[in-house]
């Protein structure tokens, strides 16, 4: 039998301490847990859960200080953890306390599955959870939290490709938040203060969630789209030379070159391809989104031409560089696919050059943008003599 059947099957439903035993396929199966150095009496307990796929593995350990459990829960790699969970909003950025901390749990052991926490601002008690991580085709892990374990549960956040999604119901169930890598409930807003449940999913990859929004088993909404002027790549646009004269000469030239349009999706960058007929639904909705907001019409492709001269000494090469303005307009396109509740968020950037300005007294060219400007190289030997061979032929 295929392991994602026997998961659905075998659903493993965990207790938070023997108030509750596991309950696999209908049948109850008796467990023994590690006596828990913080008492019953903790009133900020940080636990340690094993969700593991074979019941003799199953643990549950509670600990009075956050110090201990992540030590445990990492395998005694990281002993330096503070005594309670450190503030962060987005606990994933590695530039602040929080997200470095995470960044290390989450390397010290790969079987980490994530971490819940009493408060929106994920301090407080918190419950860490060991499975296998969450590769592709691995089993759904759901959580039934017992709160005598920790008072109540506001914020959780998924480790080793693990999405985490609570609900205010026992299995996931009642009303329930997508699941997301990174998630918070505070004050005032509909969850806080009412979950019961937790669940934890594999997260697409970036190439796997925009290719569900292209094939219609997700949604793609664009958030958050911002417009900057920024400078693009120097690109060498003309190349001039002289060679065997002896003397410095004057060269003119009319120069033409088409700059492309890139996206940036994930961290990937890749030119406009095939997308202006609609068929690429991911991109298509930022596009429509830059129309909608900025007025803006997206284009493969900007060309600028411009007639210019410059003096070459004899014996070298000069060439022309044109570092062109560019539009950029960067955002997050939250892609939701319904049959697993998994939201993910993937950053996007669309950049495009400016169009050209017309360089004054040179009609019939569209003209240019940016910086441009020349560079002198002087020729090898062997380049010399090429040139030489050429000039006389």
Not at 20 to 32: I, Q
Not at 209 to 220: K, R
Request: some cysteine.
């Amino acid at each position: 039998m295929h392991w994602d059947v026997f998961m659905k099957a075998f659903r493993f439903v965990f207790a938070r301490r023997l108030l509750a035993p596991l309950l696999v396929g209908g049948v109850v199966v008796p467990f023994s847990l590690a006596a828990a150095p913080a008492s019953a009496e903790t009133t900020t307990p940080f636990c340690v859960t094993q969700l593991a796929m074979t019941f003799k593995q199953f643990s549950h350990t509670c600990y009075s200080s956050y110090t201990a459990a992540v030590s445990a829960a990492t395998l005694g790699r990281v002993t330096d953890a503070p005594a309670t969970p450190p503030r962060g909003t987005d606990p994933t950025d590695p530039s602040t306390v929080s997200g470095a901390l995470y960044q290390r749990i989450q390397a010290a052991n790969p079987s980490l599955n994530g971490i819940l926490f009493q408060n929106p601002d994920f301090t407080g008690s918190a419950g860490i959870y060991l499975g296998n991580g969450c590769a592709s085709g691995s089993p759904v892990y759901t959580v039934n939290v017992n709160l005598n374990d920790m008072p109540v549960i506001n914020a959780e956040e998924g480790m080793n490709n693990c999405s985490v999604g609570v609900g205010t119901g026992l299995n996931y169930t009642g009303q329930t938040s997508a699941m997301q890598r990174i998630d918070y409930h505070p004050a005032g807003t509909s969850l806080f203060g009412l979950i019961q449940s937790a669940e934890f999913r594999y997260t697409p990859t970036t190439s796997e969630a925009v290719q569900a929004c292209n094939n219609g088993t997700a949604t793609c909404t664009p958030t958050a789209v911002s417009h900057k002027v920024g400078m693009g790549t120097p690109t060498r646009v003309d190349t001039m030379y002289n060679c065997g004269t002896g003397v410095n000469q004057v060269k003119t030239d009319t120069w033409t070159h088409a700059f492309a349009s890139s996206w940036q999706v994930g961290g990937s960058v890749t030119t406009e391809s095939g997308i202006e007929g609609g068929d690429d639904k991911f991109k298509g909705s930022f596009k429509l989104t830059l129309q909608a907001n900025f007025s803006k019409t997206t284009i493969d492709t900007t060309t600028y031409a411009e007639a210019v001269s410059t003096t070459v000494q004899d014996g070298y090469w000069a060439y022309l560089y044109d570092t062109p303005e560019v539009d950029i307009y960067s955002g997050t396109e939250s892609v939701y696919i319904p049959s697993t509740h998994v939201l993910v968020h993937i950053p996007v950037t669309w950049t495009q050059p400016v169009p050209p300005t017309p360089v004054p007294g040179q009609t019939g060219l569209v003209g240019i943008s940016g910086i441009t400007g020349w560079v002198g190289q002087k020729m090898t030997p062997a380049e010399y003599a090429a040139c030489l061979a050429m000039a006389g032929s």
